[in-house]
């Protein structure tokens, strides 16, 4: 394919702040690659509010009516970075060879798209971008990140290290993905899934441009449970085999009390039986909720809710 139609879809969460630059640089990146006949004039930006608070969207209704390249979504509420995402990646295929997401703050590097396109001209229908390092990171998100992938290794979810969501995926990479129905979505776990030839473009990831991350820590750590928990059911597997190992070892303490029994041994250890009842009861308990997790899962995916509702459409 000669001149793709590029779609570059970007989630937006009150980012009212960000949204005047980031639109500047998709602006000026897409003129060019369309000047310089790498895309089709036909390439669009797609933004898509995710139930904003402040004035995103009235942002983005003005870029509609005086920007050429400026296309938008509107949930009818906010829905979390990875629906917003999905509402914007099933409704861009329609109408692009290729869509690109890109976080709407500009810490993914909007120079990369020109790479992204080339791996895709090269015939791959699915391109990662890859951080190069975590150098503008804090100290705290640099360490959790890597415990994130470290977790996600060990629990046999394939997930292409240091790549969060920035990547090109192919029209029919995307009719693949929405094959993919469920409700508990981790896109970075399921992408992989798809098949297809794949490549990685590498990028510095910078700083946020302005406003505040919308991941504090708690959406972050839920974000990673789901991760695992929706790719994942290795975490039960653990529980049985700890439950066996424990098994194992109270037949073994069994014979050892028996013994002690006959040898005459007396009864003592009150403090041990306390910590066991305690280590067990915590043990018992955790467990159960490993499993809920599951459980709750299963709940959500059976009602199939729909993932995300669209209240308005500016397409051209
Ligand atoms: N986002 C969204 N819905 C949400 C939270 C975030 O669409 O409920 C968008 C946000 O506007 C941004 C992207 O998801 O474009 C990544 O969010 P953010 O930059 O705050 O996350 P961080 O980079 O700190 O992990
Ligand atoms: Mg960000």
């Known amino acids: 394919m000669d001149k793709p139609v590029l779609y570059i879809v970007v989630p937006c969460y009150n980012e009212e702040e960000v949204l005047h630059e980031t639109t500047k640089r998709l602006t000026e990146k897409m003129n060019k690659m369309i000047a310089e006949g790498n895309i089709s004039g036909e390439s669009r930006i797609m ?88 150098k503008k990171d804090s100290f705290f998100k640099k360490h959790t990140a890597l415990m994130f992938y470290k977790i996600m290794e060990k629990m046999g979810v394939e997930i292409v290290y240091n790549h969060a969501d920035y990547r090109l995926m192919s029209k029919r990479a995307l009719e693949g993905l929405a094959e993919f129905k469920e409700v508990n979505l981790f896109l970075r776990g399921i992408v992989p899934m798809i098949g297809y030839k794949s490549s990685t473009v590498s990028y510095e990831r910078d700083k946020r441009f302005a406003g505040e991350s919308k991941y504090p820590l708690k959406k972050m750590i839920s974000f990673a449970v789901d991760g695992i928990t929706s790719c994942s059911v290795k975490p039960i597997r653990m529980i049985t085999s700890a439950g066996l190992i424990i098994s194992f070892l109270s037949v073994i303490l069994l014979i050892y009390v028996i013994v002690g029994h006959f040898m005459g041994n007396t009864v003592q250890g009150w403090p041990t039986l306390m910590v066991l009842i305690c280590f067990f009861g915590g043990f018992q308990i955790m467990s159960i909720g490993i499993v809920g997790e ?9 009602k199939e809710r729909p993932r995300y509702i669209i209240k308005d459409k500016l397409l051209k």
Request: glycine residues 8%; aromatic residues 10%; proline residues 1%.
């Open 47 to 134: 933004y898509v509010n995710d139930g904003s608070k402040d004035k995103t969207w009235d942002i983005i209704s003005e870029y509609y009516e005086k920007n050429p390249l400026v296309t938008g979504l509107c949930l009818s509420r906010n829905r979390g970075h990875q629906n917003a995402l999905l509402a914007g990646l099933m409704t861009a295929k329609e109408y692009a060879d290729a869509v690109i997401s890109m976080d709407a703050d500009l810490q993914d590097d909007v120079e990369a798209v020109d790479r992204f396109v080339e791996e895709f001209k090269k015939g791959s229908d699915i391109v990662y971008g890859v951080r190069s390092s975590r």
């Open 294 to 302: 599951y459980v709750g899962k299963i709940y959500m995916e059976t």
